[in-house]
């Protein structure tokens, strides 16, 4: 297991509704990574936080955003829910941001959405 | 555009034989390779990676990955497969001009029969 820790395991919400994730990062890793996984499809890039700046996004609306805290924690949050929304939210820590191409980001085990 | 292929949806093999799970990528610049596992209502587990050096990368639990350039490919192998070995498994990429991202295929299910 890694030391990666997400918040709620399973949420319903339904549409229009806001929602909002948790993620607590591995000791020692300053880069949190956020990712989608659909329903029988492999993880999409949402976005990513290095020392509490966004660092890079995917194809993801506005309405998906995020926050880093001074401790490295991390939230998502998704305003206006739509039933595509409804999937696995991973996060993943990494021990660097800018400089860190070779380093592997380890992931949590996901909050589960469902958009009703 | 970037893309990580897995051809194969599921990949059937009997406990005890090898296993090769396929992945082909087309990224710009040297890529960064990465093999991740899912079991069941879990995460991504980290099995191995590569990023330079010897085309042969040696992993977790017994799994080893060959990258090839010229065919742009990087298959999971295994020399003898077990039951408890049965999961998704996701090959993924981090382009050569990109820090952050990582770039997921489909996956592929692995089935190890008894």
């Known amino acids: 297991e890694t030391g990666v820790t997400q918040s709620p395991t399973h949420l319903i919400k339904t549409r229009g509704q806001q929602v909002t994730l948790r993620c607590s990062s591995q000791?020692?890793?300053?880069?949190v990574s956020w990712y989608q996984q659909a329903l029988g499809q492999g993880p999409q890039f949402i976005f990513q936080?290095?020392?509490?700046?966004?660092?890079g996004r995917g194809n993801f609306p506005p309405r998906f955003s995020g926050l880093q805290f001074p401790n490295y924690s991390s939230e998502l949050n998704v305003n206006a829910l739509e039933l595509d929304d409804s999937a696995l939210y991973l996060c993943?820590?990494?021990?660097?941001?800018?400089?860190?191409?070779?380093?592997?980001?380890?992931f949590g085990p996901g909050t589960r959405l469902l958009v009703l | 555009a970037q893309s990580v292929a897995q051809p194969e949806d599921q990949v059937n093999v009997a406990e005890g034989n090898p296993l090769t799970v396929k992945c082909t990528y087309s990224?710009?610049?040297?890529?960064?390779l990465f093999w991740y596992v899912q079991y069941p209502n879990r995460g991504l587990q980290f099995l191995l990676k590569?990023?330079?050096?010897?085309?042969l990368v040696k992993g977790s639990y017994g799994f080893e990955a060959e990258f090839n350039k010229s065919q742009t490919s990087f298959h999971l192998k295994k020399p003898s497969a077990l039951v408890s070995d049965s999961a998704l498994y996701f090959c993924?990429?981090?382009?050569?001009?990109?820090?952050?991202?990582?770039?997921f295929g489909s996956g592929t299910r692995l089935l190890v029969r008894p």
């Open positions: 990224v710009s610049g040297n890529p960064y």
């Open positions: 993924a990429v981090r382009p050569g001009d990109s820090s952050y991202k990582l770039i």
């Open positions: 000791s020692g890793h300053n880069t």
């Open positions: 936080y290095y020392r509490e700046e966004e660092n």
């Open positions: 590569y990023i330079t050096g010897d085309n």
């Open positions: 993943a820590s990494s021990p660097s941001g800018t400089s860190g191409r070779r380093e592997t980001q380890y």
